[in-house]
């Protein structure tokens, strides 16, 4: 996955409550595995006034104006500003897969559903909780502002305002590592390559049966 320093990024307001990952991504579009692809379908329901099929072209079907999304002022959103409990219901990880496929990097709440925030990490997502106030005052800003931005520093633990303010906050060490390198599961299983295949080459050798 990609690594994640300091984004500097604008922010589109998703202001809902309890918003499950079938909202984020509907089970009719579980049919790969593969990571990519998921965007266009991304909150579906939501984001256009027919229902979506798998396999559909996305380029033509009428969109919901009113969708958050879809307004000219949020295209491009890097950050994805939520509240209580997001990605909350089934385990998905499909739900990760569609936010980062979009073009998010960075969502922002005062809670997430728990299997959704370990999902998030290892998908190269970056979920940072603050207090409801902090959020509180995110949205204001961000609805009275066009195009409103927020530097996010990893490395530092800190999101940066446009008046200035700073905000710090809490990440777990070792998921920070992962994200400042780019490893996911695979990668962290990868920087043991050598070993993985001295380990290999030995057992071939002392036990040359198993391989026959």
Not at 12 to 36: E, Y
């Amino acid at each position: 996955m990609n690594p994640f320093s300091v984004l500097d990024g604008r922010v589109a307001p998703l202001d809902r409550a309890n918003v499950d990952t079938d909202a984020i991504i509907p089970k009719q579009f579980l049919k790969s595995i593969k990571r990519s692809g998921f965007g266009p379908n991304l909150f579906d329901e939501w984001r256009y006034l027919d229902h979506g099929e798998p396999g559909q072209d996305c380029a033509n079907r009428p969109k919901n104006p009113d969708f958050v999304l879809n307004q000219p002022r949020y295209q491009g959103a890097q950050i994805l500003l939520t509240r209580d409990n997001f990605g909350c219901g089934s385990s998905r990880e499909h739900a990760p897969w569609a936010l980062e496929d979009f073009g998010f990097r960075v969502l922002i709440g005062s809670s997430f559903a728990d299997i959704f925030f370990n999902n998030c990490f290892k998908n190269g997502l970056l979920p940072i909780v603050l207090a409801q106030q902090e959020v509180d005052e995110l949205f204001r800003q961000c609805g009275a502002t066009e195009a409103y931005r927020l530097t996010v520093d990893l490395a530092a633990q800190t999101i940066t305002r446009p008046d200035g303010k700073v905000i710090p906050f809490e990440v777990d060490s070792f998921r920070k590592e992962c994200l400042l390198n780019g490893w996911d599961d695979i990668g962290l299983t990868l920087r043991h390559a050598e070993k993985i295949r001295a380990f290999e080459q030995k057992r071939q050798a002392d036990h040359p049966y198993y391989f026959a």
